[in-house]
């Protein structure tokens, strides 16, 4: 017997949001989401849904009207972030910061989807020492583009 579900990994996140079926549009849109299923009640309101995202599941329900607001903040790594970047900002979501190359070896990029969620969009384009990333810090081209990632506003 597996603890973990086949097709899980061990941390699964949750996407709570009052348009839980508008999420899974724009997920489907923005990073090519396949909805594995949804239970809705008598409302019509979704109590439970499940999308894959590359090999990640991603759980999603419907807020109640009461609750404040949740968004999600999550990492998704690709094979090509600039454009997973484009693809999610033309599926309607706001570039946050564009893509750059950070001194640990990722290209990161972040997206505020339609419904408030954050996303990290990355790629690993090279694998870098921890002297090397050391030394990056002090660089002025890794230390510019940390101050660049670091000062964008989200909750704007």
Request: proline share 6%.
């Amino acid at each position: 017997m597996n603890a973990i579900p086949e097709g899980y990994t061990t941390v699964t996140p949750w996407i709570i949001s009052p348009d839980t079926a508008g999420v899974i549009a724009y997920l489907s849109a923005a990073f090519d989401a396949v909805e594995l299923g949804r239970v809705t009640d008598d409302e019509g309101r979704i109590g439970h849904a499940e999308v894959r995202i590359g090999n990640a599941m991603v759980m999603l329900f419907d807020s109640r009207p009461e609750w404040p607001s949740t968004p999600a903040f999550l990492r998704l790594y690709v094979p090509d972030a600039d454009a997973t970047h484009r693809q999610a900002v033309a599926a309607g979501g706001t570039s946050v910061t564009e893509v750059t190359h950070l001194a640990w070896g990722d290209r990161v990029g972040r997206v505020k989807d339609p419904f408030g969620n954050l996303w990290w969009i990355q790629s690993r384009v090279e694998e870098v020492s921890e002297e090397e990333m050391v030394r990056r810090m002090s660089d002025p081209e890794f230390t510019k583009a940390m101050e660049y990632v670091q000062s964008a506003r989200f909750f704007d």
